[in-house]
């Protein structure tokens, strides 16, 4: 069942059209990756979607409801929570005050002492950590702060850009494990990441972009054997 539906989007910054009539329909329940280069759109997409980007035209249906045009904390209250890229934590405030940040919705806020043990459950170094400021962190645990934060707010879908970014291969593995643990919960994932054997190897399905335009589509399995996907992204 579609839970997330895009139709013909175009966006951009100014006179610069950076997504152009891009369809994309994310399923209940699974694990969608975005591939591509640097500079494609991925990030754009996600911005588009989180309401902080119009688009110039275009359709974007969450659960057959239309959604583009809405603000941002409007659709963060329909469930749709992204991960930024570069984490953006308040680094002067403890570990547990980031993580109370994510359930500002009044809905969020009624289950707050029950998502914090479900966080502290995924990363239980969270709960070591909880007094501690944010800023004084390793990498890989802000991550799960920014990742834990997202959770708060009791994502329906979860967009993650870039999530392995900067960390070391043991904690880039780490990570995969717990954006597939996340979606055994139950709990939708769209995940833009250059690290692209990982994510198609935890992904249902995906969609590669080149110059803001889907080319190509698939499962994980299929594309991480596709010739072109080998070549130009796993240099093999």
Known sequence: ?????????????????????????????????????????KTTLLK????????SSGTVYFKDQEIQGLPPEKIVGLGIIQIPEGRRLFSL????????????????????DERLKEVYQIFPRLEERKNQ????????????????????????????????MGLSPVLREE????VK?????????MLIEQDVKHSLSISDRAYVMERGEVVMEGTGAELLVNPHIRKAYLGI
């Open 133 to 164: 400021l944010a800023g004084t962190l390793s990498g890989g645990e802000q991550q799960m702060v920014a990742i834990g934060r997202g959770l708060m707010a009791g994502p329906e879908m979860l967009m993650l850009d870039e999530p392995s």
């Open 93 to 112: 405030m403890s570990v547990l005050e980031n993580l109370e940040m994510g359930a500002y919705t009044p809905k969020a806020r009624a289950r707050k």
């Open 1 to 41: 069942m579609s839970l997330l539906k895009i139709d013909r989007l175009n966006t951009g910054y100014g006179d610069i059209q950076v997504l152009f009539d891009l369809s994309i329909e994310v399923h209940q329940g699974e694990v969608l990756s975005i591939i591509g280069a640097n500079g494609v759109g």
């Open 175 to 178: 990570t995969f494990r717990v």
């Open 48 to 55: 588009t979607l989180s309401g902080l980007m119009p688009a």
């Open 181 to 189: 643990k996340i979606a055994e919960t139950g709990v939708t994932i």
